[in-house]
Protein backbone atom coordinates (compact mmCIF):
# COMPACT_ATOMS: atom_id res chain seq x y z
CA UNK A 1 0.00 0.00 0.00
CA UNK A 2 1.36 3.35 -0.67
CA UNK A 3 2.33 5.78 1.94
CA UNK A 4 1.23 9.60 2.01
CA UNK A 5 4.08 11.80 0.77
CA UNK A 6 3.11 15.31 2.65
CA UNK A 7 4.43 16.87 5.13
CA UNK A 8 1.73 16.12 7.84
CA UNK A 9 1.92 12.11 7.67
CA UNK A 10 2.75 10.17 10.49
CA UNK A 11 5.28 8.19 11.19
CA UNK A 12 4.20 4.55 10.56
CA UNK A 13 5.61 1.56 12.64
CA UNK A 14 5.94 -1.58 11.11
CA UNK A 15 3.43 -3.73 13.28
CA UNK A 16 1.01 -0.64 12.58
CA UNK A 17 1.76 -0.67 8.50
CA UNK A 18 1.22 -4.03 8.44
CA UNK A 19 -2.21 -3.81 10.06
CA UNK A 20 -3.07 -1.40 7.43
CA UNK A 21 -2.29 -3.29 4.76
CA UNK A 22 -4.03 -6.22 6.37
CA UNK A 23 -7.43 -4.60 6.12
CA UNK A 24 -6.33 -2.55 2.85
CA UNK A 25 -5.82 -6.36 1.92
CA UNK A 26 -9.66 -7.38 3.27
CA UNK A 27 -11.39 -4.85 2.13
CA UNK A 28 -10.26 -5.51 -1.61
CA UNK A 29 -11.03 -9.02 -1.26
CA UNK A 30 -14.59 -7.82 -0.09
CA UNK A 31 -15.36 -5.81 -2.26
CA UNK A 32 -13.91 -7.61 -5.36
CA UNK A 33 -14.13 -11.51 -4.81
CA UNK A 34 -17.12 -11.15 -2.59
CA UNK A 35 -18.82 -9.37 -4.66
CA UNK A 36 -18.69 -11.54 -7.74
CA UNK A 37 -19.43 -14.20 -5.29
CA UNK A 38 -22.75 -12.46 -4.92
CA UNK A 39 -23.45 -11.80 -8.31
CA UNK A 40 -23.15 -15.56 -8.48
CA UNK A 41 -25.40 -16.40 -5.37
CA UNK A 42 -28.27 -14.04 -7.34
CA UNK A 43 -28.00 -15.30 -10.49
CA UNK A 44 -28.04 -18.59 -9.09
CA UNK A 45 -30.18 -18.66 -5.95
CA UNK A 46 -32.27 -15.38 -5.73
CA UNK A 47 -33.21 -14.33 -9.07
CA UNK A 48 -35.07 -17.91 -9.71
CA UNK A 49 -36.03 -17.88 -6.69
CA UNK A 50 -37.95 -14.84 -7.08
CA UNK A 51 -38.99 -15.31 -10.60
CA UNK A 52 -40.71 -18.81 -9.17
CA UNK A 53 -42.62 -17.22 -6.63
CA UNK A 54 -43.88 -13.92 -8.66
CA UNK A 55 -43.69 -14.96 -12.37
CA UNK A 56 -41.38 -12.43 -13.12
CA UNK A 57 -37.32 -11.17 -12.75
CA UNK A 58 -36.84 -8.28 -9.81
CA UNK A 59 -37.33 -5.06 -11.55
CA UNK A 60 -35.65 -2.41 -9.28
CA UNK A 61 -32.91 -2.22 -7.27
CA UNK A 62 -35.16 -2.36 -3.77
CA UNK A 63 -36.81 -5.61 -4.76
CA UNK A 64 -33.42 -7.38 -5.79
CA UNK A 65 -32.16 -6.32 -2.40
CA UNK A 66 -35.38 -7.43 -0.37
CA UNK A 67 -34.69 -10.50 -2.22
CA UNK A 68 -30.98 -10.97 -1.86
CA UNK A 69 -31.19 -10.25 2.28
CA UNK A 70 -32.24 -14.11 2.83
CA UNK A 71 -29.80 -15.11 0.63
CA UNK A 72 -26.41 -16.25 3.43
CA UNK A 73 -23.74 -14.72 1.02
CA UNK A 74 -25.37 -11.70 1.30
CA UNK A 75 -24.84 -11.70 4.62
CA UNK A 76 -21.55 -12.98 4.84
CA UNK A 77 -20.55 -10.41 2.82
CA UNK A 78 -22.28 -7.34 4.50
CA UNK A 79 -20.79 -8.40 7.74
CA UNK A 80 -17.38 -8.26 6.25
CA UNK A 81 -17.88 -5.02 4.52
CA UNK A 82 -18.97 -3.47 7.42
CA UNK A 83 -16.44 -4.67 9.96
CA UNK A 84 -13.71 -4.03 7.45
CA UNK A 85 -14.78 -0.93 7.32
CA UNK A 86 -14.79 -0.19 11.03
CA UNK A 87 -11.41 -2.15 11.27
CA UNK A 88 -9.79 0.77 8.78
CA UNK A 89 -10.38 3.59 11.02
CA UNK A 90 -9.05 1.35 14.32
CA UNK A 91 -5.92 0.39 12.20
CA UNK A 92 -5.05 3.97 11.81
CA UNK A 93 -6.53 6.09 15.43
CA UNK A 94 -3.68 4.67 17.38
CA UNK A 95 -0.95 6.43 14.84
CA UNK A 96 -2.41 9.51 15.26
CA UNK A 97 -3.13 9.59 18.41
CA UNK A 98 0.24 8.69 18.93
CA UNK A 99 1.46 11.36 16.71
CA UNK A 100 -0.70 13.97 17.63
CA UNK A 101 1.29 16.49 19.59
CA UNK A 102 3.86 16.23 16.57
CA UNK A 103 1.23 16.56 13.88
CA UNK A 104 0.08 19.53 16.03
CA UNK A 105 3.43 20.60 16.32
CA UNK A 106 3.58 20.82 12.87
CA UNK A 107 0.61 22.17 11.84
CA UNK A 108 1.29 25.15 13.71
CA UNK A 109 4.45 25.89 11.95
CA UNK A 110 3.26 26.03 8.51
CA UNK A 111 2.98 29.36 6.39
CA UNK A 112 -0.21 29.74 4.68
CA UNK A 113 -0.97 32.49 2.26
CA UNK A 114 -4.15 33.11 4.26
CA UNK A 115 -6.64 32.09 6.84
CA UNK A 116 -10.12 30.71 7.17
CA UNK A 117 -11.96 31.12 10.49
CA UNK A 118 -15.54 29.55 10.96
CA UNK A 119 -18.18 31.40 13.06
CA UNK A 120 -18.10 28.95 16.54
CA UNK A 121 -21.98 29.31 16.11
CA UNK A 122 -22.33 28.09 12.73
CA UNK A 123 -24.42 24.46 13.50
CA UNK A 124 -23.03 21.72 12.22
CA UNK A 125 -25.78 19.41 10.14
CA UNK A 126 -27.75 16.62 12.27
CA UNK A 127 -26.80 14.28 9.23
CA UNK A 128 -23.12 14.50 10.22
CA UNK A 129 -23.27 14.62 13.83
CA UNK A 130 -25.94 11.92 14.47
CA UNK A 131 -23.96 8.94 12.43
CA UNK A 132 -20.73 8.30 12.08
CA UNK A 133 -20.05 9.06 8.66
CA UNK A 134 -17.81 6.25 6.58
CA UNK A 135 -18.90 4.56 9.92
CA UNK A 136 -15.56 6.42 11.76
CA UNK A 137 -15.88 7.38 15.09
CA UNK A 138 -16.49 11.23 15.45
CA UNK A 139 -17.47 11.68 12.30
CA UNK A 140 -16.09 14.85 10.69
CA UNK A 141 -17.56 17.16 13.31
CA UNK A 142 -15.80 16.24 16.94
CA UNK A 143 -13.79 18.25 18.57
CA UNK A 144 -11.59 17.60 21.38
CA UNK A 145 -9.78 21.19 22.41
CA UNK A 146 -8.35 23.91 20.23
CA UNK A 147 -7.21 23.70 16.84
CA UNK A 148 -7.80 19.89 17.44
CA UNK A 149 -6.56 18.35 13.94
CA UNK A 150 -7.60 14.83 15.21
CA UNK A 151 -10.36 13.93 12.96
CA UNK A 152 -8.64 15.16 9.82
CA UNK A 153 -5.98 13.25 10.54
CA UNK A 154 -7.33 9.84 10.91
CA UNK A 155 -9.33 10.76 7.68
CA UNK A 156 -6.32 11.59 5.90
CA UNK A 157 -4.45 8.46 7.02
CA UNK A 158 -7.25 5.82 6.85
CA UNK A 159 -8.43 6.78 2.98
CA UNK A 160 -5.26 4.75 1.86
CA UNK A 161 -6.25 1.93 3.89
CA UNK A 162 -9.69 2.53 3.07
CA UNK A 163 -8.78 2.93 -0.94
CA UNK A 164 -6.40 0.04 -0.54
CA UNK A 165 -3.89 2.71 -1.76
CA UNK A 166 -5.28 2.97 -5.19
CA UNK A 167 -5.59 7.05 -4.37
CA UNK A 168 -1.77 7.63 -4.92
CA UNK A 169 0.35 8.73 -2.38
CA UNK A 170 -0.91 12.50 -2.31
CA UNK A 171 -4.84 11.07 -2.62
CA UNK A 172 -4.99 13.10 -6.06
CA UNK A 173 -5.42 10.09 -8.24
CA UNK A 174 -9.41 11.35 -9.37
CA UNK A 175 -8.46 15.36 -9.35
CA UNK A 176 -5.43 14.33 -11.88
CA UNK A 177 -7.32 11.79 -13.93
CA UNK A 178 -9.76 13.91 -14.75
CA UNK A 179 -7.23 16.78 -15.59
CA UNK A 180 -4.73 14.88 -17.31
CA UNK A 181 -7.92 12.72 -19.34
CA UNK A 182 -9.54 16.11 -20.36
CA UNK A 183 -12.50 14.58 -18.74
CA UNK A 184 -13.03 17.98 -16.47
CA UNK A 185 -12.68 20.53 -19.21
CA UNK A 186 -15.29 18.32 -21.62
CA UNK A 187 -17.47 18.19 -18.97
CA UNK A 188 -17.33 22.01 -18.19
CA UNK A 189 -17.82 22.96 -21.31
CA UNK A 190 -20.73 21.49 -22.24
CA UNK A 191 -22.49 23.02 -19.27
CA UNK A 192 -22.61 26.55 -18.16
CA UNK A 193 -22.73 28.34 -15.17
CA UNK A 194 -26.66 28.44 -15.43
CA UNK A 195 -26.97 24.78 -15.47
CA UNK A 196 -25.41 24.42 -12.14
CA UNK A 197 -27.65 26.89 -10.75
CA UNK A 198 -31.04 25.67 -12.12
CA UNK A 199 -33.10 23.49 -10.05
CA UNK A 200 -32.99 19.98 -10.40
CA UNK A 201 -35.86 17.91 -11.80
CA UNK A 202 -37.58 15.94 -9.19
CA UNK A 203 -37.61 12.64 -11.36
CA UNK A 204 -33.94 11.87 -11.96
CA UNK A 205 -34.49 9.72 -15.14
CA UNK A 206 -35.32 13.57 -16.20
CA UNK A 207 -32.50 15.08 -14.69
CA UNK A 208 -30.23 12.05 -16.02
CA UNK A 209 -31.62 12.62 -19.44
CA UNK A 210 -30.64 16.53 -19.17
CA UNK A 211 -26.83 15.48 -18.38
Request: zero cysteines; proline letters at 7%; a negative charge.
Amino acid sequence: MLELKHAMRPEILAEERARQNFVAGLRSFVLNDLADDMRLAYDNRVKPEFERQQGRAPETGPEVHRAMRGDPMFSLYSALRVNAQRMVWDSVASVVERERPRLTEIAASVKTNGSLRIDPSLPVPRNVTAIDVHLMPGSYSREDGPDDLTQGAIYDQGLPVFSFGLMGENLDDIGLSLKHGGALEKFEQGHDRAFWLAPRPADTKTYLGAL
